[in-house]
Structures are given as structure tokens and as C-alpha cells.
């Protein structure tokens, strides 16, 4: 089975899959969309440039593929569901080895290429085409452009490899990606704050973006074929689903939700299979290690680039409610819900007792970081208005997910219409917290009733769309 023809045959599989969840030609639109959303944003630079650097928004772009990356880079946290699950009558090409002589390896490394060269091509490219399409309006250079495309890429794939990596180790001992992942973060914070060294050591397309040093490049590009090379390596050649017996503990979970109602005994399920799945753990640490990267980058704007902008407490309660999505998005792949068909139950019903299992999961989680936040900033005055606007907008976003993608939330945000409502309903509000908090010193107290009124409308509107998600999926079926 030849690497090219197995890349094709993955590359039909990963659009036939996009495309049975909405349409082909919403599938297709979506980097035309990308491409759109780019070209805006490159037009209405010379506002953003007015409160932020371009260093700093560049910064914020690799920041952002880097969170990218390292959320679509856990290959091997996937390899072993994708091995025990099945598609309706079929199987995916990554299970391909279990019948035919290939080794995992080898399809584990097709479809980390397929996976690199998709995300390329569908998002990375054509925000590319929509700052080239811009050129006119803004007077960029055309090699500027290109050179910002093949730094993204490396930041992108120095990333996704890495992620790769750590979810490799995590698969072979979760005690050594403990270890590592506590060395590396711990590395980062305190040479951070003794400033031992410059991040751009650590990501060296960063440092190749503002230096154009080629060989911070190389640097880059070498160590994500050696994060890679690892990755590949570490993968077991032999996936087969471990035999575990466990006793009924139904009832006993059960009666932990009995508050609950109707939705008790949906949870004790769902709590269940987080415990059995193993999956507690990838799910806490997919919402942690975002907000640990944000705030490396917090201290390395703020030390590196320029010190005009700080990000207080408040706008970290902010962004602790966004990425709050990404255990809703979790809690939606922990097991198929097909079964579901042959019980008395709708989909509403599901879907907020996925949404009651989410506040459950990410209160504590949350508010610890912010507490946490605040003592390392010694802001404990605004530590009240921060948990205010963290519990406001994480209810909020994850409503608007679930009003919008039901159970289904990792496909149909490929949906151009529905990605387009979703980022309508959530960049509005971040765009109105991020000013706010970051407008603190000159709004002075107008900036605490601003928040306040911001808070309310997200509560009233998710209120609204939390009432309105019985009508929406009340017909719909639990089968693909």
C-alpha cells in the first residue's frame, strides 16, 4: 500500500465525513469563508493597529496557531477510540492494520501527514488568499505575505508535532508525560520570571518572524521532524482494546445527581463513562493547557514586545469562559450516542444534561485558576468581577455551542452557516470583554457597570437560547 495512495484514500474519507454531517458545499465553502473573515481583518488593520502593535497582533497569530496545533496534534489520544469505535457499517483507514498487513506505524504517520497537509490546506491557505486578495486595499507586500504563510505553517507544524509527541508518550506511560509535560511548563514559568532566556528560544518560528533569522527557522523545522520522528516511533504497533471487567455502580452514582431530576440518570451515565474511558484526564488537561500557554504568552508580550497592554484577571475570566467550549466538545466524543434510539429519550434531554455535567466539571477547574491568577498578579480586587464574568461567559458559549451544534459539536461547526452564527455570537461579546478589561484604567468605574450590563445580556441571552433548545432538536434523531 503505497504512502501516496493511502494519503488520497484518507483525504476522501476526512471530507466524505465532513461532508455527511452538513453538505459538500458547505464543506467547501469553509476556507472561502476563512479567506473572507482574513481579508477583513486585513482591511480594518489600521484600526486594530491604533490599540495594538503589529508586533503584538503578529504575536497574537502564532499564539493562536499554537493553540491550534497542539488541539488537533493529539493523534494518538484518538488512535485507540478510532481502533474500538466504528462508523455506522464501516471503519476508518486508521484501523486498517487490524485486518491487513501494514503496521500502525506507518498508517499513523499517513494520517499525521494527511491531518498536517488538510489543516493547511483548509485554514492556513486560505487565510493566506484573503491577505493577498487585500493587497489592493492595504498595500502589503506580496513576499511579506508569503513569508507570513511559511512561518505560520512552522509555527503550525512545531505545534502539531509536539502535541503529537506528548500524546504519544501520554499513550505509552501517562507517569513520564506527567513528568514531562510538568518539566516543560515548569521550565517556561520560572526561566520566564528570573527571564533567563527569550520564548522565541523555545518557538523558534516566533524568533525567525521578527529576527529573520533562517536559522531560527531550520531550528524550527528540525525539531518538529524530531517531535515527529519521536511520535511516530513511540506508537504502539499493536492497538487491540484491553479486556477490563467492572461491577455496576449505577445506582450508587445515580444517587449523587438525585438533585438533578429527569437528568440523573443521563449524568450517573455520563459521569460513569468519563470514569471508565479514562477520559477525565485528557478532558482537564485539553482545558488547562490552553489557558497555561496564554498565560506564558501574557508574560512574554509583557516582557518582550512591549508593556502597553496588560491582561488583568478580568480578561482571564473571560477567556477561561471561551475556552470553557473545549469540554463541551469533549463531552460530546466520550461515546456514540446512536444507542440512545431504542430509549425513551429526545435529544433536548441529552444535550442539557451534557450541558449540567459541563458546569459540574469546569466550576472548580475555573475558578482555581483565577484564583491562582490573581495571586500571581495581586489583583484580588477585581477577583469578584473576574469570577462574575468567567461563570457569564463560559454559560454563555457553551449554550450558544449546544443551541447551535446539539450533540454533534466537532463536525457541525465545519458548517459555514453554522460557523458563521457562532462566530457572529462569540466574537461580539470577547471583542466587548477583552476592550473592557483592557480599557480598566480609563473607563475607571464605568468599565465595572459596562461589564455588568455585559454580563446580564450574555445571562439573558443564554436564558433565551437555553429555552429555545427543546424546539430546535426536538425532531432530531440520534442516528448520523
Known amino acids: 500500500m503505497s504512502l501516496l495512495w493511502l494519503l488520497k484514500a484518507m483525504f476522501r474519507e476526512e471530507f466524505r465525513l465532513q461532508s455527511s454531517y452538513s453538505s459538500r458545499m458547505s464543506t467547501t465553502a469553509f476556507p472561502a469563508l476563512l479567506a473572507v473573515m482574513a481579508f477583513i481583518v486585513a482591511v480594518s488593520l489600521p484600526l486594530l493597529e491604533d490599540e495594538m502593535s503589529r508586533d503584538r497582533i503578529l504575536l497574537a497569530v502564532h499564539s493562536a496557531l499554537l493553540l491550534y496545533g497542539l488541539a488537533v496534534g493529539a493523534f494518538s ?4 477510540e478510532m481502533m474500538e469505535r466504528r462508523w455506522g457499517h464501516a471503519t476508518f ?11 500502525f506505524k506507518y498508517t499513523f504517520f499517513v494520517f499525521f ?37 511559511f512561518t505560520m505553517t512552522a509555527t503550525f507544524l512545531y505545534a502539531i508535532s509536539f502535541s503529537f509527541l506528548m500524546s504519544s508518550v501520554y499513550m505509552r506511560s501517562q507517569a513520564v508525560f506527567v513528568a514531562l509535560a510538568v518539566s516543560v511548563i515548569g521550565l517556561v514559568v520560572v ?15 516566533i524568533a525567525f518572524q521578527f529576527s529573520g533569522d533562517w536559522w531560527a527557522l531550520a531550528a524550527s523545522v528540525s525539531a518538529s521532524l524530531v517531535f515527529s520522528a519521536w511520535a511516530v ?16 455502580h449505577f445506582d450508587e452514582v445515580a444517587a449523587r445527581f438525585s438533585r438533578f431530576g429527569k437528568y ?20 482537564i488537561t485539553a482545558f488547562v493547557l490552553p489557558l497555561v500557554v496564554l498565560t506564558a504568552f501574557d508574560w512574554f508580550l509583557g516582557t518582550t514586545v512591549s508593556s502597553e497592554i496588560q491582561f488583568s484577571t478580568i480578561f482571564y475570566g473571560g477567556m477561561v469562559g471561551f475556552f470553557g467550549v473545549l469540554i463541551y466538545s469533549w463531552l460530546n466524543n466520550i461515546d456514540y450516542v446512536e444507542y440512545y434510539s431504542t430509549f425513551p429519550v429526545q435529544v433536548p434531554d441529552i ?7 459541563f458546569v459540574i466539571l469546569t466550576s472548580g477547574i475555573s475558578t482555581t485558576f483565577l484564583v491562582v491568577m490573581t495571586g500571581i498578579k495581586g489583583e484580588w480586587s477585581r477577583l469578584p468581577v473576574s469570577i462574575v464574568v468567567m461563570f457569564s461567559t463560559s454559560i454563555y458559549m457553551v449554550v450558544v455551542t449546544a443551541y447551535l451544534t446539539g450533540l454533534r459539536t466537532n463536525v457541525y461547526l465545519f458548517d459555514t452557516r453554522i460557523l458563521s452564527r457562532f462566530a457572529i455570537l462569540s466574537i461580539i461579546p470577547l471583542m466587548a470583554i477583552t476592550f473592557l478589561a483592557m480599557a480598566e484604567e480609563a473607563l475607571g468605574w464605568r468599565m465595572l457597570v459596562a461589564m455588568a450590563l455585559v454580563c446580564m445580556v450574555l445571562a439573558i441571552v443564554s436564558r433565551l437560547l437555553l429555552m429555545r433548545i427543546d424546539k430546535k432538536w426536538r425532531h432530531e434523531t440520534f442516528t448520523v
Open 351 to 357: 444535550v442539557k444534561s451534557k450541558l449540567i455535567m
Open 113 to 149: 501527514l494527511k491531518d498536517l497537509l488538510y489543516y493547511v490546506f483548509m485554514t492556513l491557505l486560505p487565510l493566506t488568499i484573503g491577505l493577498l486578495a487585500s493587497i489592493p486595499f492595504t498595500g502589503f507586500a506580496v513576499s511579506s505575505v508569503v513569508m507570513l504563510f
Open 264 to 283: 440523573q440518570p443521563y449524568l450517573a451515565k455520563e459521569w460513569i463513562d468519563l470514569m471508565r474511558s479514562r477520559t477525565l484526564t485528557k478532558l
Open 77 to 80: 489520544f484518538l488512535g485507540r
Open 93 to 103: 483507514l486508521l484501523a486498517s492494520p487490524q485486518t491487513l498487513p501494514i503496521s
Open 191 to 205: 526561566s520566564g520570571m528570573m527571564q533567563l532566556f527569550d520564548l522565541g528560544l523555545i518557538v523558534p518560528s
Open 233 to 248: 516511533l513511540l506508537v504502539e504497533d499493536r492497538m487491540e482494546s484491553p479486556v477490563v471487567q467492572v461491577e455496576s
